[in-house]
């Protein structure tokens, strides 16, 4: 009789935790979008802008256009201006009450230390942070998307001893990198403007996926500032900017997926709206569509070993299709 009572405690405490866990998580995606209280003009009058790294294509044009429909003046960032011109039109014409700018900046060119030591290095040509800081200083600058990145390509799918260095490094640089030295010269611009956000965009890939090892890893490092910045920025006690981690599943409407979009494949407009309804409620990293995050529970809920086998194959499938289709 006692002992019966005690597993049945047991059980209501286990159930109500997972009701809490399951309720927290579903709050998340219900509750309406905060995104607003970065959208505010500044004390002398001037209106907010967003800068979205990587919007000539994909999500991050998404997110200029969802960022346009929202109050936000945009810079539109990429690495080339005629791609970044089209895209600054198309938006114009949609958005006429709307500024935008475009900003080119090959994120894959940041400063490396042999470079340094090397003395002049005629092909790198290094990226000027200090130079992107200054470009945006007469703007009320209060969101900061960074979007900008993705797989190394052809293939997508290779081993790291497989890897050339080349490769590792520019995919590294452009996913990591380059969102870090960013963040560094633009927080003090942001913390002046300050309610902001940065939102950094990472991939459910930042477990940790075989045959993309720079890419996981790089989002994963991407995932690890977001934490850290935000606890920094807490630590000064400066400013009030709220640093979000992004993870996103597979997503249509970009550059390597025109296909149409899918229960578990949502449009990158979708993608980007989910991404900005989540923004505004706290700090830390969320799956930004809950088709992603239910995709993401049900990884979490297998044994590892199982989790494992389904991972291996999937990987191995991709590869297959990607060999076939080369
Ligand atoms: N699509 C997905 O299924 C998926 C899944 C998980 C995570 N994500 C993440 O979502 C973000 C956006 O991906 P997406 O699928 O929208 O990719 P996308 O369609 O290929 O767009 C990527 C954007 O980043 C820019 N970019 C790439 N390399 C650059 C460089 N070296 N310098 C400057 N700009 C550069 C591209 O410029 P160009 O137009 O010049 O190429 C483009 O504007 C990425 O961080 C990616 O990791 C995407």
Redesign the pocket.
Known sequence: MYSSRIFASIGAVTVAALAINVLSAVKVYVLPSKLKRYAHVSADGKHPWALVT???????RAFAEELALRGFNVVLH???QT?LDVVKSELQEKHPETFFRTLV????KVQCVNCLQGGENESHHPLDFNAIKDALQDLHLTVLIN????GARDPVYLSLSDSSEERITDNVT??ALFPLHLIRVLLPHLAQNSPALIMN?S?LADAGLPLLASYSAS?QFLMTLTRTIDLEIAFSGKAEIECLGVR????TG????RQSPSFFTPS?NTMARAALDRAGRGHGVITGHWAHALQQAMMDFMPTFLARIVILNTIRERKEAELKSS
Do not use: L
């Open positions: 990587g919007a000539s294509d994909g999500i991050g990429g690495r080339n791609k900046a090959d994120a894959s979007n900008a990145g993705g452009v996913n965009i991939s989002k996103v599943g597979n997503v970009v550059s390597h997926n990158a």
